[in-house]
């Protein structure tokens, strides 16, 4: 398996326009998260899928960003309009649906808002 | 809510020497405590995990230590070298999936 695939890599977008980020989680893992990292933040977690179903959104900051999973193998996470404040580095991960188990990363997609 | 506090946020180290990053919990129910390694540019991955009925566990020149009493767990590396040069995050999870992770340890190992 090739791990957890996320794309792009990288994203430039004015403020304003809607960005798109992608994720093919590892085949078999149940669960999908969405983190941002910043260096103000951190690692934060902002809504998790299992079986495709969202689960806890909490972590969403606002109307603006949203997430689907279609089908096991494709996840979005939306941003519509994007703000120069969305400027981060978006991790998609993956895990087994059993308790106590390691989350694999995607390389991440950098969002620069201009 | 919960959190996990972590500390130092960033740490210089001569090769050779070890290094220690601690992290505290605060959700009594959490279980599973894994670190991850993140170096410049690149994706977190896991380096070591321990699980709650565990004291402490070891894997060559990494090691951690867990508290459960005192809701702390810590990070040692030994012997430590260039390429150990990252950020470290440590993390809690309760139950099955709800994971809070640390602010991260930046380290830096000068040759």
């Known amino acids: 398996d090739a791990g957890v695939i996320q794309s792009p890599r990288h994203e430039v977008t004015e403020m304003g326009q809607e960005v798109t980020l992608r994720c093919k989680p590892i085949s078999g893992h149940d669960y999908l998260f969405w983190y941002r990292q910043t260096m103000m933040r951190g690692l934060e977690l902002l809504i998790y899928f299992n079986n495709n179903v969202p689960i806890d959104d909490s972590g969403m900051p606002e109307d603006r960003f949203s997430a689907k999973m279609p089908n096991a193998s494709f996840s979005t996470l939306k941003i519509q309009p994007s703000e120069p404040r969305d400027s981060a580095v978006y991790f998609c991960a993956s895990s087994l649906s059993q308790m106590n188990t390691e989350a694999f990363f995607g390389q991440g997609t950098r969002l620069t808002v201009v | ?111």
């Open chain 2, 1 to 111: 809510g919960e959190n996990v506090e972590q500390h130092p946020s960033t740490l210089s180290v001569q090769e050779g020497d070890s290094a220690v990053i601690k992290c505290t919990y605060s959700d009594s129910a959490s279980n599973y405590f894994p670190w991850y390694k993140q170096e410049l540019g690149k994706r977190p991955q896991l380096i070591i995990d321990i699980r709650s009925n565990v004291g402490e566990k070891k894997d060559q020149r990494i090691a951690v230590t867990l508290n459960k009493t005192a809701k702390h767990f810590s990070l040692h590396i030994t012997e430590t070298q260039p390429e150990d040069s990252a950020v470290y995050f440590c993390a809690a999870i309760t139950g099955y999936i709800k994971t809070i992770f640390g602010a991260g340890t930046r380290l830096f190992v000068k040759a």
